[in-house]
């Protein structure tokens, strides 16, 4: 009997441990951008950009825009840009043709290379 329950307390352990593990590979429980900018950025003031595809648990497209430090501080900037403005389109068709590594974030330069 100290077996069986023994056996089904493991068991309950290791659904437990899938199911924690399936919340952690999903991401945060929200969308990261609340508030969107519906402006263009000057891509002069753009450092990086990342943009998250829509998941279970946050519906929306979002675009994250790294500024360059200001005044020479090393505080870093962010700020969500909303997916459907022109610039928002114009970052989402940058990163599907050339994120070939599939990386987290994308040097806004890379979007504005010379075609050799």
Do not use: Y
Request: hydrophobic share 35%.
């Amino acid at each position: 009997m100290a077996f069986l329950s023994r056996g089904i307390l493991l068991l309950l352990l290791a659904v437990i441990c899938l199911e924690l593990s399936g919340v952690l590979a999903d991401g945060p429980d929200r969308c990261w951008c609340v508030n969107t900018l519906k402006r263009r950025v000057p891509k002069e003031e753009i450092e990086e950009f990342s943009i998250f595809p829509r998941k279970s648990k946050c519906n929306n497209i979002e675009i994250i825009l790294t500024l360059k430090p200001v005044n020479k501080t090393t505080e870093v900037t962010q700020r969500c840009l909303s997916p459907e403005t022109k610039q928002g389109i114009n970052l989402q068709l940058c990163w599907n043709r050339k994120n070939v590594n599939n990386t987290s974030t994308f040097k806004i330069s890379n979007c504005f290379e010379s075609h050799k």
